[in-house]
């Protein structure tokens, strides 16, 4: 073979190349979102009211807020425009296509839970929206049936707060699987919680 050294380090040189594109770890999360502090946690605003199951996004919602609370790292706010992130759930029942009943604002409550040394209660805490698309803030339309199409699983979407719509942007991060939703565990806070300390060590570790 004539020169094989030539081949050699062509080689070599490819196999540092390979080695250096693994090294490389992508950002996991950014520093505005593990510096995040307040959450408001809503219901999709696109998803319907299941005709089988009407408090099935309803209980998702407040399984979400509980096991947040739990975790001790943030505070529930009322509305977008004291969130620092907005998180975004919605229940699966394993059918991509389901009757539904639309027009019903899901998202318009007056209370919200509070952490207390026994555990959670409600409290009388009322938001004062003033961000463009607040799903908190959405107005009342007239309810019908409707033939929703969505996902399977159940979905779970952080988003940035503090800004008009702000659920028209990219998700920061997203998690979807069956039962993540599901108490008492709630799967999605979970792997939402193990994602934050992979970050904050990636974040470290920088130099």
């Given at each position: 073979?004539?020169?094989?050294?030539?081949?050699?380090?062509?080689?070599?040189?490819?196999?540092?190349?390979?080695?250096?594109?693994?090294?490389?770890?992508?950002?996991?999360?950014?520093?505005?979102?593990?510096?995040?502090?307040?959450?408001?946690?809503?219901?999709?605003?696109?998803?319907?009211?299941?005709?089988?199951?009407?408090?099935?996004?309803?209980?998702?919602?407040?399984?979400?807020?509980?096991?947040?609370?739990?975790?001790?790292?943030?505070?529930?706010?009322?509305?977008?425009?004291t969130?620092?992130?907005?998180?975004?759930?919605?229940?699966?029942?394993?059918?991509?296509?389901?009757?539904?009943?639309?027009?019903?604002?899901?998202?318009?409550?007056?209370?919200?839970?509070?952490?207390?040394?026994?555990?959670?209660?409600?409290?009388?805490?009322?938001?004062?929206?003033?961000?463009?698309?607040d799903?908190?803030?959405?107005?009342?339309?007239?309810?019908?049936?409707?033939i929703?199409?969505?996902?399977?699983?159940?979905?779970?979407?952080?988003?940035?707060?503090?800004?008009?719509?702000?659920?028209?942007?990219?998700?920061?991060?997203?998690?979807?699987?069956?039962?993540?939703?599901?108490?008492?565990?709630?799967?999605?806070?979970g792997?939402?919680?193990?994602?934050?300390v992979?970050?904050?060590?990636?974040?470290?570790?920088?130099?």
């Open positions: 073979m004539r020169y094989p050294w030539k081949v050699a380090f062509s080689i070599t040189l490819m196999c540092c190349l390979v080695a250096a594109g693994k090294d490389k770890k992508k950002i996991i999360l950014p520093t505005d979102v593990l510096e995040a502090r307040t959450v408001l946690v809503v219901i999709d605003p696109e998803a319907g009211i299941a005709v089988d199951a009407p408090n099935a996004n309803r209980t998702a919602q407040g399984d979400v807020e509980k096991a947040l609370m739990n975790w001790g790292r943030f505070t529930l706010a009322p509305d977008v425009s969130a620092d992130l907005v998180i975004s759930v919605r229940k699966g029942n394993g059918k991509v296509v389901q009757p539904t009943i639309g027009g019903v604002p899901t998202n318009n409550r007056q209370v919200i839970f509070e952490p207390t040394d026994s555990g959670a209660e409600t409290g009388g805490h009322r938001g004062t929206p003033s961000q463009a698309g799903p908190t803030n959405a107005q009342p339309q007239d309810p019908h049936p409707q929703e199409a969505g996902p399977a699983q159940d979905m779970f979407a952080v988003y940035r707060g503090k800004r008009d719509n702000a659920l028209d942007a990219p998700p920061v991060w997203r998690y979807s699987t069956q039962d993540a939703l599901s108490s008492p565990s709630v799967p999605a806070v792997a939402f919680r193990k994602l934050i992979e970050a904050e060590k990636q974040q470290a570790a920088k130099p």
